[in-house]
């Protein structure tokens, strides 16, 4: 429940302190950061997996009554007109000896468009002999529902309902008001009238903007009409076939290192546990590894141990190396395209991907980037691959973040249940989850469909996950300020750093591996969450530009698909 280290004194950080654990005081014979398996830091603070336990733990469970139910456990609820929509709930009471009557009971009617929910409300419990319903009222909410569908395509709007049931007194555990039952329903409006008269007609604009390319030895660079013949709007390495540079108004948004293919991560405590230590020593002899596998199997292996194995280890990560590109132009010079043709790993004669990447460059500014990953025989010995994504290195400026995803803490694949869809605003400082005793991979949002960065005056960029290709409509997120490498080597909790102080560290992962927990010491992530080596991978997301004025909901549902 609770990490076993005792506070120390970091005579590095002046009143600074850390939690020390086995080997931090002598002791040569120790078993590391074995006690560190808590819940809970040593100073009770919760860890970001509590928020799912209490979700998974909570006394009572709302779903959609038979003549509510949409497709996939949604919330149907059919709208004729302006007035006021009525929906009935199923409540199942989970406590063994207490009704409900402590609790008051709330909604939230939120979107993926603003931060602020559309609408709230308070509903009562209905007893009808055994069975528990609620009935919620959605008042002055459909007009409201409307008015957003006429402001972008009815396809691209999600709706969800928020319930809460909170404390009505205070208890000897918890103050009033405190909440015990947290849900969220998706939900589904149908309409009476059809939805074509509902969504904008899409307009077609008119620009005098034209593209032009310039290839040398070592680049490709992608020039606006607007921004003169100086100053590139984004130039491609040729090399690595990363975009070095991202200049859509005129100023890069990127560091050096940019915009790159990722596989790697910071190994968790559970990606190390395993066997871990018998086969750092079995590694000192390549042979007795591979007869230990070929007898006994690769199964126990950790997932660490598996990529260090394949070439996957976070502090040698394997490199893109560009065998070819390919430049093409639209035939109305509305778009330029660039395809790279390249292969992944330390040695171009045993790659372990091969992968194209298509930059697909537009007059307004966008970049789509296509990504098709091909796993070779090299690698299919891993159970699974850490991540298949994208790393973006941006400036220090760029610390104002908000997403549409999963929110607002830490959450992983495996580990997002109680983590609620809904548009947040967080920065690099907050994003990550700065207290783990062990420093690992930390700070994912999963189902993120858009994600922007922003200075304080406005300017910056979204990434958006891009729905035409229908290989995934959503992909996973962090912003940190330490790399992966510094948290991969940490063996302590790192010092905290200070938005605008450091590089914004992105991860846009179209897979990431879940985190498991059922045992530390043995490889226990479920299947459904594991990244197959196997799989070829083919998704895509964009790059928009951002102006202060731009309101980012309102940019990205309406740039053409």
Not at 533 to 543: E, I, M, R
């Amino acid at each position: 429940m609770i990490d076993q280290g005792l506070r120390v004194k970091d005579e590095s950080a002046g009143d600074g302190y850390f939690f020390a654990y086995g080997g931090d005081f002598g002791d040569t014979v120790n078993d590391l950061q074995f006690c560190i398996n808590g819940m809970f830091t040593p100073d009770r603070e919760p860890h970001p997996a509590v928020a799912e336990i209490k979700f998974l733990m909570q006394p009572v469970e709302l779903k959609p009554s038979e003549n509510y139910r949409g497709n996939e456990g949604q919330l149907l609820v059919h709208v004729a007109g302006n007035s006021n929509a009525e929906i009935v709930l199923n409540v199942k009471n989970r406590y063994s000896f207490s009704n409900l009557s402590h609790l008051v009971w709330s909604w939230h009617l939120v979107s993926n468009r603003s931060v602020d929910p559309i609408r709230s409300g308070c509903f009562v419990l209905q007893l009808n002999g055994d069975t528990i319903t609620a009935v919620v009222v959605l008042d002055d909410v459909l007009s409201r529902v409307m008015l957003l569908e006429r402001r972008g395509a009815v396809a691209e709007n999600s709706y969800f309902l928020n319930i809460r049931g909170s404390l009505q007194n205070k208890t000897s555990w918890a103050k009033s008001s405190h909440v015990v039952v947290a849900q969220q329903l998706p939900v589904a409006f149908r309409f009476a009238q059809p939805k074509s008269t509902l969504a904008q007609e899409e307009q077609i604009m008119q620009s005098n903007e034209s593209l032009r390319m310039v290839e040398d030895v070592k680049s490709i660079s992608v020039y606006r009409s607007s921004l003169g013949d100086s100053i590139p709007f984004a130039i491609i390495d040729k090399e690595s076939a990363s975009l070095a540079s991202y200049a859509p108004n005129g100023t890069n948004l990127f560091e050096i290192g940019a915009l790159q293919q990722n596989f790697t991560r910071a190994a968790t405590d559970n990606d190390r546990g395993g066997m871990e230590l018998t086969l750092n020593f079995l590694q000192l002899f390549g042979f007795l590894q591979d007869l230990y596998g070929s007898i006994c199997g690769y199964e126990d292996f950790s997932y660490h141990s598996h990529w260090k194995m394949v070439g996957l280890d976070q502090k040698s990560p394997p490199e893109v190396a560009c065998i070819r590109t390919q430049l093409k132009e639209s035939q109305n010079g509305d778009e330029a395209i660039v395809v790279a043709f390249c292969t992944v790993g330390q040695d171009r004669v045993k790659p372990l991907f091969t992968l194209t990447v298509s930059y697909h460059f537009y007059l307004d500014g966008r970049v789509k980037i296509s990504n098709d990953v091909f796993p070779s025989k090299a690698i299919r010995k891993a159970t699974s691959l850490p991540r298949v994504g994208l790393s973006i290195k941006l400036k220090k400026c760029l610390t104002e973040v908000k997403y549409f995803g999963r929110g607002p803490g830490e959450n992983y694949p495996d580990r997002k249940s109680g983590s609620e869809m809904g548009v947040y605003t967080t920065s690099p400082a907050e994003m990550g989850y700065s207290k783990y005793i062990v420093p690992g991979e930390n700070g994912s949002r999963t189902d993120c469909e858009w994600v922007s960065f922003r200075s304080a005056e406005g300017d910056g960029l979204c990434v958006l996950s891009d729905r035409a290709r229908r290989c995934g409509s959503s992909f996973s997120c962090s912003a940190l300020l330490y790399d992966a490498a510094e948290l991969h080597t940490a063996t302590h909790t790192l010092p905290a750093r200070r938005d605008g102080e450091h590089i914004v560290h992105v991860n846009i992962d179209h897979k990431i591996m879940g985190l498991g927990g059922d045992t530390s010491w043995f490889p226990g992530v479920y299947p459904e969450y594991l990244v197959s080596s196997k799989d070829a991978y083919k998704y895509s997301v964009v790059l928009v530009p951002l102006e202060k004025e731009d309101d980012v909901a309102l940019k990205v549902y309406g740039i053409p698909r």
